[in-house]
T-cell receptor
């Protein structure tokens, strides 16, 4: 079946540290991969996406590369800020009938200390 | 603002009462989704509309839950005889019906339900 596994949180870092949040997946077919972010008290926002192998999604200094050989989509940022504190969700979508099935990871809480 | 909007943002109710949430999707989006999210978890799919047709319902959606999208625009999610276990954030999302759609969803800010 389809599933997403991401590293457990919380992840606590100091400002300007390097960030990696691991995400691996299992899927039939060729999924699209997403990172969504949820800031405190807000809904989910798409952070970045990649639709095929070796694609790199990037936004707001965050990057993730679709690695089919390792079935991974790890999120990275070179220098985090306090404002990056949020919960990050890895997700994949696979076509199903006339729709897409979205499979979500459990989320990783990121805490950035000044 | 042309994003997905949800109302109310917060609802506190007593066990046994009925509650209704409203979602206004992005206007050109044909697809509308309801999810439920509890603390520390990812979103759980509840139901999905394409235009006014409800095409998919999760087993999580008990008989106490009903969703409508009567004119293919806004949607409502009603929970009857609420239970404490219904306390959660209810998220609405929309997406375009396009061959270019890759499953990306546009979420509202959610409606938080607390059942006392």
């Amino acid at each position: 079946g389809n599933s997403v596994t991401q590293m457990e949180g919380p992840v606590t870092l100091s400002e300007e540290a390097f960030l990696t949040i691991n995400c691996t997946y299992t899927a039939t077919g060729y999924p699209s991969l997403f990172w969504y972010v949820q800031y405190p008290g807000e809904g989910l926002q798409l952070l970045l996406k990649a639709t095929k192998a070796d694609d790199k999604g990037s936004n707001k200094g965050f990057e993730a590369t679709y690695r089919k050989e390792t079935t991974s989509f790890h999120l990275e940022k070179g220098s985090v800020q306090v404002s990056d504190s949020a919960v990050y969700f890895c997700a994949l979508s696979v076509p199903m009938d006339s729709n897409y099935q979205l499979i979500w990871g459990a989320g990783t809480k990121l805490i950035i200390k000044p | 603002d042309t994003g997905v909007s949800q109302d109310p943002r917060h609802k506190i109710t007593k066990r046994g009462q009925n509650v209704t949430f409203r979602c206004d999707p992005i206007s050109e989006h044909n697809r509308l989704y309801w999810y439920r999210q509890t603390l520390g978890q990812g979103p759980e799919f509840l139901t999905y509309f394409q235009n006014e047709a409800q095409l998919e319902k999760s087993r999580l959606l008990s008989d106490r839950f009903s969703a409508e999208r009567p004119k293919g625009s806004f949607s409502t999610l009603e929970i009857q005889r609420t239970e404490q276990g219904d306390s959660a954030m209810y998220l609405c999302a929309s997406s375009p019906d396009s061959i270019l759609n890759t499953g990306e969803l546009f979420f509202g800010e959610g409606s938080r339900l607390t059942v006392l």
